[in-house]
């Protein structure tokens, strides 16, 4: 199937999207409607350069006929500018619709829950976990987006041992999903006296929030504990079972939320994040099945896979999946992860636009 057969089939499909979404039942059935409404818009870009590019293609055609029947030159001359000029069109159209066509991640466009937590080297891993934490918040703050902390368990000498945090604004887990995965961190830590580097660990996950179109969860595949919280969280803390710990039998996911003000609103926040983990335990096991022909090496699966190093002593961040160094340690600890993620995200774009050109 050449181009302009495939860009036939598209159009047919955006018709038909369109024709089902007129139809009045459509209403009873919102999780349709979502679907074929997100179809639609991701179609509806491609329609548009296809009209572009079959527009280019006529013009070529009407130049290349005037260059094989005109005889004045002047007129010749113009034909073979007006051919060049839908040539060079028909060129950079092909590469914006090649580009276009290369499969979109469904979940780009979701807002996302951030976990955070120390991983390998006691007390300098809960340190560097929570200035990882505060890196990510300044980054959202700077994104215009809207944080809202779900679940926190602090560390013994300050920092953290696990957090979670809802994030939502515009394409949040399609920016944020590379951030997944094992971050080192090398440095003297404050309570070294001999001066010596040390290497610890926190590990990174971002999930794509899920809805309850995307996660149906029964309320017989749960079972809902609670306890008294121990966290910051007013006057309530401590004297009532305000913490729940949510238990999902089908995948033994085991969530627990106790820094909102009541039961029922750390009940809430447990089943966003029970919903987000769900999801993306389906997602990776989806991945893990194409995995054997087709591995990305920006990949969002393997959470335990190091990919990036943060050395203090040097200024230097380092991520290892894309070769990539930046110099500017204490401002990528302030937020600023653009050229990290930017170069992620290139890098990504670069290897589906080849495999797309393989396949």
Same mark, same amino acid.
């Given at each position: ?23 009045? *039942?459509?209403?009873?059935?919102? /999780? ?10 991701? &179609? ?18 009407? /130049? ?18 007006? #051919?060049?000029? /839908?040539?060079?069109?028909? !060129?950079?159209?092909? $590469?914006?619709?090649?580009? &276009? ?7 780009? @466009? ?17 340190? #560097?976990?929570?200035?990882? &934490? ?9 994104? %215009? ?5 779900? @679940?926190? !368990?602090?560390? @013994? ?20 999903? #590379? ?46 504990? $609670? #306890?008294?919280?121990? %966290? ?14 949510? !238990? ?36 990776? *096991? ?13 990949? $969002?699966?393997?959470? @335990? /896979? ?16 894309? %070769? ?26 670069? *290897? ?8």
């Amino acid at each position: 199937m050449n181009l302009v057969e495939k860009l036939q089939a598209i159009w047919i499909r955006h018709q038909d999207v369109h024709d089902q979404l007129m139809t009045p *039942e459509l209403a009873a059935d919102p /999780a349709r409607f979502v679907r074929l409404n997100r179809e639609y818009k991701e &179609l509806d870009e491609l329609v548009q350069a296809r009209a572009r590019y079959l527009e280019a293609l006529a013009n070529r055609d009407e /130049a290349q006929l005037m260059l094989e029947s005109e005889k004045d030159p002047e007129m010749r001359e113009m034909a073979q500018d007006e #051919f060049d000029t /839908a040539r060079q069109r028909i !060129t950079a159209l092909e $590469t914006e619709i090649k580009e &276009l066509l290369i499969p979109k991640d469904p979940e780009d @466009s979701k807002d996302a829950v951030l976990e955070v937590r120390a991983g390998t080297g006691g007390d300098e891993a809960g340190l #560097f976990a929570g200035e990882l &934490l505060r890196a990510y918040l300044r980054f959202a703050e700077e994104k %215009g987006w809207n944080t809202e902390m779900l @679940s926190l !368990t602090e560390g @013994s000498v300050g920092g953290i041992k696990e957090a979670s945090v809802q994030i939502r604004g515009e394409q949040v887990y399609g920016i944020l999903k #590379f951030e997944s995965g094992v971050h080192r961190v090398q440095r003297v830590p404050a309570t070294e006296s001999q001066g010596r580097v040390h290497t610890s660990a926190a590990t990174v996950a971002v999930l794509p929030e899920a809805d309850e179109l995307d996660v149906q969860i029964r309320d017989v595949d749960i079972r809902k504990d $609670t #306890f008294r919280s121990s %966290g910051a969280g007013g006057q309530h803390v401590n004297k009532t079972e305000s913490g729940v710990r949510l !238990t999902h039998f089908p995948t033994g996911i085991v969530v627990e939320c106790q820094d909102g003000r009541s039961q029922h609103q750390n009940y809430d926040r447990a089943l966003t994040v029970l919903r987000a983990r769900i999801w993306d335990k389906a997602r990776a *096991e989806r991945d893990a099945a194409v995995a054997e022909h087709r591995k990305t090496l920006v990949s $969002t699966g393997d959470r @335990s /896979a190091k990919i990036r190093t943060y050395n203090f002593p040097q200024s230097r961040v380092t991520d290892h999946r894309i %070769g990539l160094t930046v110099y500017n340690l204490p401002d990528v600890m302030n937020g600023d992860l653009k050229t990290l993620i930017e170069g992620l995200r290139v890098a990504d774009h670069a *290897e589906r636009l080849k495999q797309g050109a393989d396949e």
